[in-house]
């Protein structure tokens, strides 16, 4: 029987580290792929939730900092009498200068620290599955991080997920552009060649590619040409997610409320509400500083319930259950013209029935700046619509009617397809993977 580590050099594994869902894949020699598959709440999924939770447990008489990922990151969150710390959507810090990472029950962690662990997690879970060790891999990134401005940001973005992956034990990575590796994944079900634009629609980035694919692409090898471009902007499901929050629960928060302050009237300060609404800052929220801020505002408060509310909500780690309730209205959008939005935080109990048109006008500047990404693409490729054959959407958001509608209205939406939104980057990666070994073995 192949030992682990020779039966590794058979294998290419693609990871998707997704702002949040990271799927991980692997490709033998018969180019089918494979996923790893994860149990939570009683099946099995094969988007592991890229989340983090930290909690003190009482062991032997000392307290140790205990902390788990992704599904069971949840589970133990939702079982935990007293919340520890729920950390999500941490890509969307790499790029940041100014924020290297927080205090965790006294202890301070790295961004990257706390990536790693997360990425440790999965890559153990998979070796155990696949029964291989697992040292290498293709792994996706986005075209723009979330916040990068320039290519400096990008790059030093790109390097801090690198030093995460080192630090989770992964030794060698190489990465490629999210989006090509969705194109690759649909090449693999080509049987012509195609100019296909891809879309491809997360919780931090969307993304898009176009690219030649095909046969002919694959028998001659790919050369650098046949990626006709690339471009992305930094939002997607956690800005929708934003305004969910903004219009629905803010408010009932505390947000725009007064307080008198040494005998003026001052508006409760607004940046606090700007971090409820992102999921990677809320997570941080919970500082001592912040608290003690907010008691204060409290106490000279003209709605003191408001921001009692939301004391209780940072203090009680409530973002996931936010999280839950804002995914759920904004899943049942995708399917139905109106939904219910639910969310009680045991000081507040928020009800709304929201109309898809309400909540497309709420996220109108967002869907503008997605399609004008798509339009630059097209004009700086020098490609017109006609001459693209297909568009590839993928991407959790890419569910959203209103995302889709801007290439039915380019494309028309015969020349629309989609499919496996949650793990085509995984599978594509690991495709990409199996092609370099392929050309590294033809080289030696
Ligand atoms: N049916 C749906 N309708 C609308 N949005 C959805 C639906 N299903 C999932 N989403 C959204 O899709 C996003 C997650 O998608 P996905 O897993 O593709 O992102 P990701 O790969 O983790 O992020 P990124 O690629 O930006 O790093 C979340 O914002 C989620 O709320
Ligand atoms: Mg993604």
Same mark, same amino acid.
């Given at each position: 029987m192949d030992s682990p580590t020779s039966q590794a050099s058979k294998v290419a594994i693609g990871i998707d *580290?997704? =702002? =949040?869902n990271s799927s991980i894949a692997f490709a033998g020699r018969s180019d089918e792929v494979q996923l790893a598959k994860f149990p939570y709440l009683g099946s099995l999924t094969d988007a592991y939730r890229s989340l983090l939770y930290l909690q003190q447990v009482r062991e032997g008489g000392a307290n140790t900092l205990k902390s788990w990922t992704g599904p069971e990151g949840i589970e133990q969150y939702l079982s935990a009498d007293v919340k520890g710390r729920l950390i999500q959507s +941490?890509? @969307? *810090? +790499? /790029? /940041?200068? =100014? +924020?290297h990472g927080t205090e965790v029950f006294g202890r301070r962690y790295t961004i990257e620290d706390l990536i790693a662990r997360i990425l440790r997690d999965l890559r153990e879970k998979a070796e155990q599955q696949f029964g291989i060790n697992i040292r290498s891999a293709v792994i996706g990134r986005p075209v723009h991080f979330v916040g990068a401005e320039n290519q400096a940001d990008d790059g030093y973005a790109e390097g801090r997920l690198r030093s995460a992956f080192e630090l989770a034990g992964y030794e060698s990575v190489e990465f490629e552009m999210e989006p090509v590796a969705a194109a690759h994944y649909y090449e693999s079900m080509l049987d012509h060649d195609e100019l296909i634009l891809i879309g491809d629609f997360g919780g931090g980035t969307s993304d898009f590619s176009l690219v030649h694919v095909g046969p002919t692409v694959r028998r001659r090898g790919r050369v650098s040409? !046949?990626? %006709?471009g690339n471009a992305g902007v930094g939002i997607a499901g956690d800005s929708f997610d934003a305004k969910i929050i903004r219009h629905l629960v803010s408010p009932a928060l505390g947000a725009g409320s007064q307080l008198r302050s040494l005998g003026k009237i001052l508006t409760v300060p607004n940046w606090v509400y700007i971090r409820l609404e992102r999921w990677h800052h809320l997570s941080l929220l919970r500082g001592r500083d912040v608290l003690n801020m907010l008691r204060g505002v409290h106490a000279q408060s003209l709605e003191p319930e408001k921001i009692g509310a939301l004391i209780h909500f940072i203090k009680e780690d409530l973002g996931f259950h936010l999280h839950r309730a804002v995914q759920k209205v904004k899943v049942d959008l995708s399917n139905n013209p109106v939904a219910k939005f639910q969310f009680s935080d045991g000081f507040v109990d928020l009800e709304a029935m929201v109309e898809r048109a309400s909540f497309e006008e709420w996220i109108c500047d967002e869907l503008g700046q997605i399609a004008a990404c798509v339009d630059s693409l097209l004009s700086s490729s020098g %490609?017109?619509?006609? !001459? %693209? !054959?297909m568009v590839f959407l993928t991407g959790g /958001? @890419? *569910?959203v009617p209103a995302v889709r509608k801007i290439f039915e209205t380019r494309f028309?939406?015969?020349?629309i397809r989609s499919g496996n939104e949650f793990t085509s980057v995984a599978r594509g990666l690991a495709l990409k993977a199996m092609d370099v070994r392929m050309s590294d073995s033809k080289a030696r």
């Amino acid at each position: 029987m192949d030992s682990p580590t020779s039966q590794a050099s058979k294998v290419a594994i693609g990871i998707d *580290f997704g =702002t =949040t869902n990271s799927s991980i894949a692997f490709a033998g020699r018969s180019d089918e792929v494979q996923l790893a598959k994860f149990p939570y709440l009683g099946s099995l999924t094969d988007a592991y939730r890229s989340l983090l939770y930290l909690q003190q447990v009482r062991e032997g008489g000392a307290n140790t900092l205990k902390s788990w990922t992704g599904p069971e990151g949840i589970e133990q969150y939702l079982s935990a009498d007293v919340k520890g710390r729920l950390i999500q959507s +941490l890509k @969307s *810090f +790499l /790029s /940041s200068r =100014t +924020l290297h990472g927080t205090e965790v029950f006294g202890r301070r962690y790295t961004i990257e620290d706390l990536i790693a662990r997360i990425l440790r997690d999965l890559r153990e879970k998979a070796e155990q599955q696949f029964g291989i060790n697992i040292r290498s891999a293709v792994i996706g990134r986005p075209v723009h991080f979330v916040g990068a401005e320039n290519q400096a940001d990008d790059g030093y973005a790109e390097g801090r997920l690198r030093s995460a992956f080192e630090l989770a034990g992964y030794e060698s990575v190489e990465f490629e552009m999210e989006p090509v590796a969705a194109a690759h994944y649909y090449e693999s079900m080509l049987d012509h060649d195609e100019l296909i634009l891809i879309g491809d629609f997360g919780g931090g980035t969307s993304d898009f590619s176009l690219v030649h694919v095909g046969p002919t692409v694959r028998r001659r090898g790919r050369v650098s040409g !046949d990626i %006709v471009g690339n471009a992305g902007v930094g939002i997607a499901g956690d800005s929708f997610d934003a305004k969910i929050i903004r219009h629905l629960v803010s408010p009932a928060l505390g947000a725009g409320s007064q307080l008198r302050s040494l005998g003026k009237i001052l508006t409760v300060p607004n940046w606090v509400y700007i971090r409820l609404e992102r999921w990677h800052h809320l997570s941080l929220l919970r500082g001592r500083d912040v608290l003690n801020m907010l008691r204060g505002v409290h106490a000279q408060s003209l709605e003191p319930e408001k921001i009692g509310a939301l004391i209780h909500f940072i203090k009680e780690d409530l973002g996931f259950h936010l999280h839950r309730a804002v995914q759920k209205v904004k899943v049942d959008l995708s399917n139905n013209p109106v939904a219910k939005f639910q969310f009680s935080d045991g000081f507040v109990d928020l009800e709304a029935m929201v109309e898809r048109a309400s909540f497309e006008e709420w996220i109108c500047d967002e869907l503008g700046q997605i399609a004008a990404c798509v339009d630059s693409l097209l004009s700086s490729s020098g %490609v017109m619509p006609q !001459d %693209v !054959d297909m568009v590839f959407l993928t991407g959790g /958001s @890419s *569910f959203v009617p209103a995302v889709r509608k801007i290439f039915e209205t380019r494309f028309g939406e015969n020349r629309i397809r989609s499919g496996n939104e949650f793990t085509s980057v995984a599978r594509g990666l690991a495709l990409k993977a199996m092609d370099v070994r392929m050309s590294d073995s033809k080289a030696r």
